[in-house]
C-alpha cells in the first residue's frame, strides 16, 4: 500500500484569481486543515479532524498553527548572478558590464557551475521557494549544472541557456548559429527530462543580432512547447537603446515579435515601459508578463502598473530576478510588490500578493494544473510557513482579527526564519 502522509496546520488555497473574483470567493483559509500526500501529490484536503478520520493509516505531521500552501514559484532569475547580490551602485546597463558579464565569463568552468547551482538551489530552498525558472549564461555547461542540481533535488525547473552575440564581452557572445544549435542539443537533452523544462532564451533584444533573434524564433517554432524567456522594457535608456538599434521595428516588443519571439508561452521579464499598442499585443496573444518588484527598485528602473495591466486581463507572474532583485526571497519580493503598488496608488491584498508568488506565477509558467495550489492531483511542492517567526512579527500577528491580517506580517517582514518546512513531489527537502 502506498505510504501516505498527512500534514496538518492551517491550510490555504485558492479557487479563482483573486484579482478577478471577490477576494471571499477566491480562497479558502482552513485555521485547522489537513493535506494528505501519497505518491508525490496532494491526494485529499479537508479538515483536520474529518482527515484524520478518514485516513488513520497516514504518517502524522502536526505543524500547529504554522500553515501550509503551495511553494512558492519565481518566474524570473539568474541563479549564475547568486554570488554578485546586492551589487552597489549601478543602473541596468552598467550593472550588467560591471557585475554580470565577469561573473557570468566564471561559468565556462563546469566546477563554478555546480558549486553556484547547488548553492543557488540551497537558498531558494531555505526560503520557500519550489520552482524557478532562470536564466544560465552562453555556456552549455551552465545549463547542465543547474538541471543536473535540480534532477538531483526533485524540484519542478525551468531554465535555458541565456544567447548573446552582440554587445557583450569577448569570451560572452555566441553566434546566431551556434546559439541555436547549443539550445537545440540542451532543449533534446533537458526537456521533459524528469520534471525539467527548457526555454528558449535570448538575454534581451540590444544583446542579440537580427539574425540571432531570427533563429531563436525558429527554434521556438520547432519547439512550440517549450517557454521563451527575455526582457522587455525595462529601462528607458534601454528602451531608446533598442530604437536605436532596430530603427525598423515598431517598438521593443516588435524587435521580438518580428523574429518570431512573440506568443502565448513567451515570458517578458519586468514589462515596465510599455506602449499602448505593446500592452494590446501582449494581451492579444495571451503572452506572460514577469514583475520583478525588488529589482525595479534596486536597478532603478520603475512602477510596473499591476493595477492597469491586470484590468486588462494580462498574464501575470511574480520573480525576484536575483541577482538584480535583491533578495531570494518571495515574502520580500511580495513586499515590494505591495510597496510599488502603494506608490502608484493601490494597495494589493495579502490574498493578491500571495497569489501572485504561488498560483500566478504558475499561471505565467503555464504549469497551474501541476504546482502552485494545494488541490487534489496537483504536485505536492509545499511551504509551510511560521506566522510568528521573529518577536516583531509575532507581536503584530498576535492582534490580527483576520487570517489575511496574520499572514500580512509575514508577508512585509518575513524571511527564512518563517519557513519551517519545504516539501518537494511529496519528500521533506
Ligand atoms: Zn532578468
Given at each position: 500500500?502506498t505510504?501516505q502522509?498527512l ?26 486543515g489537513?493535506v494528505?500526500?501519497a ?8 479538515s483536520g479532524?474529518?482527515?484524520r478520520?478518514?485516513?488513520p493509516?497516514a504518517?502524522?505531521?502536526?505543524y500547529g ?9 519565481d518566474?524570473?532569475?539568474h541563479y ?12 541596468l546597463?552598467?550593472w ?6 565577469p ?8 566546477a563554478v557551475?555546480?558549486?553556484?547551482a547547488?548553492r543557488?538551489l540551497s ?15 552562453i555556456h552549455?555547461?551552465?545549463?547542465d549544472?543547474f538541471?543536473?542540481?535540480a534532477?538531483?533535488?526533485?524540484q ?6 541565456t544567447c ?6 569577448d ?17 533534446e537533452?533537458?526537456?521533459g527530462c ?7 532564451t535570448?538575454?534581451?533584444s540590444?544583446?542579440?543580432?537580427p ?5 531563436m524564433?525558429?527554434?521556438w ?13 525595462e ?14 521595428a ?15 508561452g513567451?515570458?517578458?521579464?519586468h514589462?515596465i ?5 505593446e500592452r ?6 495571451d503572452a ?7 529589482s ?6 520603475g512602477l510596473?502598473?499591476?493595477q ?9 507572474g511574480?520573480?525576484?530576478?536575483t541577482?538584480?532583485?535583491s533578495?531570494?526571497?518571495m515574502?520580500?519580493t ?9 506608490l502608484r496608488g493601490n494597495?494589493?491584498?495579502?490574498a ?5 508568488a504561488t498560483?500566478?506565477a504558475?499561471r ?13 492531483g ?8 511560521d506566522?510568528a517567526s521573529?518577536p516583531?512579527?509575532a ?9 489575511w491580517?496574520?499572514l ?14 519545504v516539501?518537494?513531489a511529496?519528500?521533506?527537502?
Open positions: 500500500m505510504r502522509t500534514l496538518l496546520g492551517q491550510t490555504l488555497r485558492y479557487l479563482a484569481d483573486p484579482f478577478h473574483a471577490g477576494l471571499d470567493d477566491s480562497a479558502v483559509w482552513d485555521s485547522d489537513a494528505l500526500l505518491d508525490g501529490r496532494v491526494a485529499d484536503l479537508g479532524a474529518a482527515m478520520a478518514a485516513h493509516q504518517d502524522i505531521v502536526d498553527d504554522a500553515l501550509i500552501t503551495a511553494g512558492f514559484v518566474a524570473h532569475a549564475p548572478q547568486t554570488a554578485i547580490i546586492a551589487s552597489w551602485g549601478k543602473r546597463i552598467d550588467l558590464n560591471s557585475y554580470t558579464f561573473e557570468e565569463m566564471r561559468f565556462e568552468d563546469r557551475a555546480d558549486e553556484i547547488a543557488y537558498l531558494t530552498r531555505g526560503h520557500g521557494t519550489t520552482t524557478v525558472a532562470s536564466y544560465c549564461t552549455a555547461e551552465s545549463v549544472a538541471f543536473g542540481a534532477l538531483e533535488s526533485g519542478r525547473m525551468v531554465a535555458g541557456k548573446m552575440d552582440r554587445n557583450a564581452p569570451g560572452l557572445r555566441d553566434t546566431a548559429k551556434s546559439a541555436y544549435d547549443d539550445s537545440k542539443a540542451l532543449l537533452k533537458w526537456h524528469g520534471r525539467l523544462s527548457y526555454a528558449i535570448p538575454r534581451f540590444p544583446t542579440s543580432t539574425d540571432q533573434l531570427a533563429a524564433g525558429a527554434l517554432a520547432e519547439h512550440p512547447d517549450c517557454l521563451m524567456q527575455t526582457h522587455l522594457s529601462q528607458t535608456d534601454e528602451v531608446e537603446w533598442v530604437a536605436r538599434l532596430f530603427p525598423e515598431r517598438d521593443y516588443l516588435d524587435t521580438y515579435e518580428m523574429h518570431g519571439l512573440l506568443g502565448p513567451g515570458l517578458y521579464g514589462a515601459h510599455l506602449t499602448p499598442r494590446a499585443r501582449l494581451r492579444e496573444v506572460s508578463l514577469i514583475h520583478c518588484p525588488t525595479n527598485s534596486f536597478i532603478g528602473s510596473f502598473d499591476m492597469g495591466l491586470m484590468a486588462e486581463g494580462q498574464r501575470i511574480l520573480a525576484t530576478d541577482g538584480g532583485g533578495s531570494f526571497s515574502l520580500r511580495m513586499a515590494a510588490a505591495y510597496e510599488i503598488g502603494q494597495a494589493l491584498h495579502p493578491q500578493l500571495y497569489w501572485l498560483a500566478g504558475a505565467a509558467l503555464r504549469v497551474d494544473d501541476k504546482i502552485g495550489n494545494l488541490a487534489p496537483m504536485e505536492a511542492d509545499l511551504v509551510v510557513l506566522l521573529t516583531a512579527i507581536q503584530r500577528a498576535a492582534r490580527a482579527q483576520t487570517p491580517e496574520a500580512f506580517p509575514t508577508i512585509m517582514m518575513g524571511d527564512d526564519r518563517a519557513v519551517r518546512e516539501w518537494i511529496g519528500q521533506r527537502a
